[in-house]
């Protein structure tokens, strides 16, 4: 017979029973609903921290295009100045040789033409000299002709070698002045021609350390860019696998939880103790071990499957920054090479295999920004 105080006491255990069911089941659902906000919360969180980086990086990306389009258009204008400057020294160089020239075969012309304007004037004395010394000779000799024969014939000798002497000096004069101004003008000649030519070869080099230069810049800029990407994507990286990380803990958390509340409402018998038994033929298997696996298939796919999750992840982010570098690296040293560079010079440059550069030339090639020319790559 069942009194009024057992009564009771089994009333209030079943309110009290009941009382602790609805207060788990309303933390389980509040529970519920805090891990739900806070996983969408956390995926608002990862788009935009995606949306910003990947807005960053097209910013930069952009900015560096931009940059590299400026230094091409300088080092174009640089090399257009340069080479119109050249252009017009030379062409002033040529002109004031020219100039020159003409000067000096003009004052040859009109010394020798006085030469011989001079020389016609004193044959042309002569000439008179000698018909007025002939008329006096004739009179002379008409009136003493025997006297005076052998002292006319002597003069005349006297007189024939000097005129012979005189005309032998002025000979030689004008080939003397003539080979002296020869030599001036090739002397003249060969000093421009040195001075053009010195002149030429500083300009050359000034432009080629001018290049050296410019080229040297670019490097240093493009290194000082695929650094701060690097660095970049490595930050990147590690907020990944922070965050990675902290999602794993997470679900771990809210699988132990789940795991209490299933244990809380529907629990486990306590195991037996085993009991010492005469060693039989074919023991059949305990039945005490038969929780333990149930627990056991929980956790380990949350611990082995996060790690592959992250190395995947990991690997996938370094080959898309290698990807990235390599075709910035492969068309900045394009850029610097407007003839085209062959397959082995590329190669021989970067240091890889051929199968990846094919790869990396293949992508620019599609997205339009190198073109293959014979056996060489030109950038467009």
Partial sequence: MTTDTESFNGWFSFDLHNQVGGMLANFAQERTERSQKLHENLAADYKDIIGTVTELLNNFSRQRTEETSELRSKLADDHASRAKETSETLHQLYEQRAAMRQQLQEDLLEDHTQRINEIAEILGSFAGIRVASSQTLKEFLHSDRTGRKEEVKQTLEKFQAELDAQTKELREQLSDDHTK???TMEEFLKATEAARTAAAEA???????????????????LKEQSEQQRKAAQEQAAMRQEETRQRATEVRERLNGYRY????????????APVKVAPAPAPEPPVVTAAPPVTLKVEPPVAVEEPMIKDNEKEKEKEKVNVEVTELALFSHLALHPDGLSMAELEQHFGVTRPLLNQRLKALIENGKVRKSDKNYLAI
């Fill in 181 to 183: 101004r020869h030599h």
């Fill in 203 to 221: 300009m050359h080099m000034f432009l080629s350390q001018d290049t050296a230069t410019r080229h040297q810049d670019v490097d240093e800029f």
């Fill in 261 to 272: 509340q299933r244990m809380t409402r529907n629990p486990t018998p306590k195991p037996v």
